[in-house]
């Protein structure tokens, strides 16, 4: 199973941003899907999930009213976007895939596949 994440850049403080992790080698629609992301001098942190059917999404307090994650299985994507950004989303955001039909782990342990992360960097 490969991830391959994308969609970050340079925006300025109240812009906009949407990842993208497209999933491949094996079926989508089997895993939940979490975003995670890491800010520099920082330990990573958990920011999104989906489960496997876009029923149940999940944030953590960060994104909540900002952030939106969904998923399109037929395109084996799921998306995060990212409104009002400040500087203290700058980070390399991961997305992370395992198998279930349950609720998105909020721990990155609990996940089997990553991507390779892309960079968000906002300027004040």
């Known amino acids: 199973v490969q991830l391959q994440a994308s969609g970050g850049g340079l925006v300025q403080a109240g812009g906009s941003l949407r990842l993208s992790c497209t999933v491949s080698?094996?079926?989508?629609?089997?895993?939940?899907v979490g975003w995670f992301r890491q800010a520099p001098g920082k330990e990573r942190e958990y920011v999104a999930g989906i489960s496997w059917s876009g029923g149940a999404t999940d944030y953590a307090d960060s994104g909540k009213g900002r952030f939106v994650i969904s998923r399109d299985n037929a395109k084996n994507t799921v998306y995060l976007q990212k409104n009002r950004l400040t500087p203290e989303d700058t980070a390399v955001y991961y997305c992370?895939?395992?198998?279930?039909?349950?609720?998105?782990?909020?721990?990155?342990?609990?996940?089997?596949?990553w991507g390779q992360g892309t960079l968000v960097t906002v300027s004040s």
């Open positions: 080698g094996s079926t989508f629609s089997d895993f939940a």
């Open positions: 992370a895939a395992y198998r279930s039909s349950g609720f998105p782990h909020r721990h990155g342990s609990g996940y089997d596949y």
